[in-house]
């Protein structure tokens, strides 16, 4: 009886390590080895499948062939019927004159015009055959490419030589096929068909090609050592770094494997360019380093077993992801930058692809595992208890969130590149708080964390009265309590500045910093109210405390002011494009705000200079009714009124508190004001009411009211201007006797000839009729 001979195994060096790796992970024990005939079986059957598929290839291939062959037969027919009408011309240019004397030249005209049209539409048909063909040659060749990198992986004995060979013809073939596109697409835009159709068998082909130079990268990768073992890096023990360990052999397939995979890229990228082109202008084509990526996958995944024993410790997490980051960051630049500087990659840094990678691995960890589990204890209500528990523990991980973030970014910092100004992309890229970025809600619960911690601080602060008295800055005299909350406030929006994006920030500070200051005006009206309420502002104490929450607001108010005219907040106004706005107030973050403190700073300012010229009234009230005084005619030297005396005492003394009490520019427009009020009280009452004054009358009034403007000359130089028309009235009562008499006295001309120019016609006569003058 005759056995069926046994093909020997070839030796095990003579194996690519795709095989060895193939085979390693199908057969691996002595179980899976009784499964070999049916492995063998199902490989058999993607070889038919695939051979089926050359078939198929090359019966399209012959398809094409022969619509090119149509191609060629009716450009040649073309080119045919050219000629006829050429030797027709000719013939009809060499005939006699006699003979020609019956055609026209218009006709001649239109033949030749005929003829040009024929002609620009052969060419046209030719260039396209060309172009057709040339490209269906490129495809064809890409197609067999690929095809033949697919049968070289998948029989018996495939060379990683062969393999690489064949990929790095096939993207060379890529690469021309590409330029003959781009030229298309420039040249003659009205092809767009045949574009279409090569693009769609193009992407067929890259749709194999790209996984498959995947797969085999990877397998290089498992055969490198890589990943390291994470367990070292716990133990904080030496790693030896696969990727610089490797002995030359391996070095230059790891080196040709990473090229392709970044020139597939690069290819990847011209093509969108092209197919987009004219389109979407702000599409962004910059994709992360597929080599890199693979580098950093199995990392993460092998990560995420230690990953999820550290839920409740998570800073152990980002401890691991900046160790590993950073043991591995400088061998990017060393080994894998000249690489992809070779491939042409503009734009790329290998180092802050490889920290942009891993910190994209650790955001997806906390974005599935960590903020969910956080959401979902925020919402036992019935535990109170757990929610406070995740409330901390909420805003202990943005902590250490915004810790990882600034190391990741300073090692970012050495790749040596300049960042662009616009750098939200980059910073987008190496920043953990990209989590927030994909779930605004979590921005929100995380704004509402703070905020409620923000003021739950400030709480015992606002409450203690000595916060109000005691002044933290002299120059303002801002009470400490104002300092308090913008510190508070400070640093919310330190914490903010961390998020990758203009618009969070701006979302986050108008959820979490704003209220605050809406918080504190509230507290601010509330004081004034309070005391507005219990004593009408008639007591010192009381307009102390309205002048300290005057103060306040006018601290507050600079600085916001202030924070506004900085780029940081001008970039999120209220359109939040990312751009500075225009100068307008109302583009500001804080518009709103100022504008509310800039409101009750002006009421309560003029509450107070009220207050004080309503006292100031009645104090006055005997010295007004006391109509005599004005006339008298006795030869004693004029007194001071002790009543007018009184009610400048009651001045001065509010004024005191008043000054001691407010800043120096609100302050001012207290006493302008109140400037303003007296003034018009005092010529409504006495110059222009139903008094008559006599010479000795008019100089007693000149003496109180020299003494009123010495009240006020503490704060100007030339009071007698903050009150003009009192100062202008007794200017006319003052006037000699043939001045009063003159007609012309209420002539505008006389009026500005004589420094009167507050009083109108009809008040200078008023006031001359109450002049008396003695016979």
Known sequence: ????????????????????????????????????????????????????????????LQSHLTRHSSHSD???????????????????????????????????????????????RVETVRNYAETALKLDTLVGDIEDAVSSAMNTTLRRHPSTKNSQDTRALALRTLKLAEDVLNSVTKKHPQWNRLVSAVDHRIDRALAILRPQAIADHRALLASLGWPPPLSASISSNV????????????KL???????????????????????????????????????????????????????????????????????????????????LQPLVDEAMLSGYSCREEWIAAMVSSLSTYLAKEIFPTYVGQLDEESDTEIQAQARISWLHLVDLMIAFDKRVQSLASHSGMLLPLEEDENMQKMSSMTVFCDRPDWLDIWAEIELTEMLHKLKSQIEDEKSWINESREEDKSPLISSAVLRVISSVVDRCRSLPNISLRGRFVKLAGVPIIRKFLDCLLQRCQEAEGLTALTENNALTKVAKSINAASYFESVLNEWSEDVFFLEMGPNQSGKVPSDTPESGLFYEEIKRLDEFKTEWIEKLSTVVLRGFDSHCRDYIKNKKQWLDKSEEESSLSRSFIAAIDYLQGKMSVLEE???????????????????????????????????????????????????FGGWCLRPEGFFPKVHEGLKLLKMANKHLKNTLIVEEIWLKENGIRQLSAAEVEKIVKNRVFTR
Request: with cysteine; proline share 4%.
């Open 74 to 120: 009716r450009v040649g027919s073309l080119f045919e019927n050219i000629r006829t009408q050429l030797l027709d011309l000719r013939q009809s240019s060499a005939r006699s004159p006699s003979e020609s004397d019956g055609r026209s030249r218009s006709g001649m005209g239109e033949e030749l015009h005929t003829l040009a049209k024929d002609v620009a």
């Open 253 to 335: 397939q790891y080196s040709e494997s990473f090229l392709a995979l970044c020139g597939l890229q690069e290819l990847q990228r011209q093509r969108k360019s092209r197919q987009l082109e004219g389109h979407y202008k702000d599409v962004s084509l910059h994709q992360p380093l597929w080599a890199i990526e693979e580098l950093v996958n199995p990392i993460s995944i092998a990560s995420q077993r230690h990953f999820s024993k550290w839920i409740e410790n998570p800073e152990y997490i980002f401890a691991l992801v900046y160790k590993i980051t950073r043991e591995y960051v400088d061998s990017m630049d060393d080994l």
């Open 1 to 60: 009886m005759e056995f069926p001979t046994t093909r020997p195994l070839p030796p095990h060096t003579s194996l690519s390590p795709q095989t060895l790796y193939f085979l390693n992970s199908k057969l691996s024990s002595g179980d899976e080895l009784d499964g070999a005939p049916t492995l063998l079986s199902e490989l058999q059957i993607q070889c038919d499948a695939l051979d089926q598929t050359l078939s198929q290839l090359n019966q399209d």
């Open 239 to 250: 790693v030896q770094n696969p990727l610089l360990t490797m002995d030359r052999d391996l």
């Open 661 to 711: 009490g407010l800043n120096k520019i609100d302050f001012s427009k207290v006493w302008r004001s109140l400037a303003a009020g007296i003034d018009k009280f005092l010529f409504n009452s006495i110059l222009i009411g139903n008094m008559k004054f006599s010479e000795r009358g008019v100089q007693k009034l000149w003496n109180d009211i020299t003494v009123l403007f010495g009240v």
